[in-house]
């Protein structure tokens, strides 16, 4: 399965200190087998991974099997 990324949450991972981007970074790995504390967006073909405090939002595409980075951010001001 592919991971690809838009441009915000590759600037997001590039700002985060080391233990952040460590954290956030084998979340996203564990996306490839659908793991973790995952629930679909309401009104939307998104999905949302929660991880401590930061949301990473994406698309999956089981069609070509290519899950899409569409936001990372903190819980506060992921949905607005």
């Not at 233990?19 to 490839?32: C, D, R, S, V």
């Amino acid at each position: 399965m592919d991971i690809v990324y838009k441009k915000q949450p590759e600037k997001y991972l590039k700002k985060t200190d080391k233990n952040t981007y460590n954290k956030l970074i084998k979340a996203i790995e564990g996306l490839t087998e659908l793991e973790g504390d995952i629930i679909k967006l309401q009104g939307s073909d998104l999905y949302r991974l929660k991880i401590y405090h930061y949301r990473i939002i994406f698309a999956y595409n089981s069609n070509d099997n290519i899950i899409t980075i569409e936001e990372i951010n903190s819980r506060g001001d992921v949905y607005k």
